[in-house]
């Protein structure tokens, strides 16, 4: 994938989810999502606990040390602030000089740089839809988001990432490629 490519990516599918964030209510916290057993403000605390950990892993910080934030409320009394905060720290550190070049000590395996940024595009992509569908909001992905992730992910990233099993994508073009990337990730 070209950085830049990635870079706009992830740029969109992080203003995505905070879009679709900005619109939970009080009485959204609560609710069930598309995610077994998470509700709302679950699925936002593994999102942006996801953050967290992803600068702790690109800053070369220990397994056990990245684990640690797996059971921390990430959220506060300031879900979309925390959201914005570790967004722009997430952002910064792919960015920096040769940084998709290096190899990180993943708990699931050694992967590179460049696999985690596709993986930070997916969780904010999949789980802005998630959020969007357990709200009641837009569902809508960007394209440029969707095809960049068409393109990159595998059935093996997403089984080596802790994605379950999922049907073939359809390749059928009547098919959107929304659709496409949802049924590959078991959202279909």
Known sequence: M???DGYDA???ATAGFRSVLAAVTDDDWNAATPNPGWTVRDLVNHVVGGNRRYVLLLGGASTADVERLRDVDHLGSDPVGAFDRTSAAVAAVFREPGALRRTVHHRKGDRSRDELL???I????LHG???ATAIGA???IAPSVVSVLLDRVTPDLLARSGYPP???ADADHAVSPQQRLL????RG
Do not use: I, S
Request: charge should be negative; charged fraction near 40%; proline fraction near 4%.
């Open 2 to 4: 070209d950085p830049d």
């Open 10 to 12: 992830l740029d969109r």
């Open 118 to 120: 596709t993986m930070r």
């Open 122 to 125: 997916l969780e904010h992509a």
């Open 129 to 131: 839809w998630d959020l």
């Open 138 to 140: 837009d569902t809508r």
């Open 166 to 168: 999922a049907a073939a």
């Open 183 to 186: 049924d590959l990730t078991g």
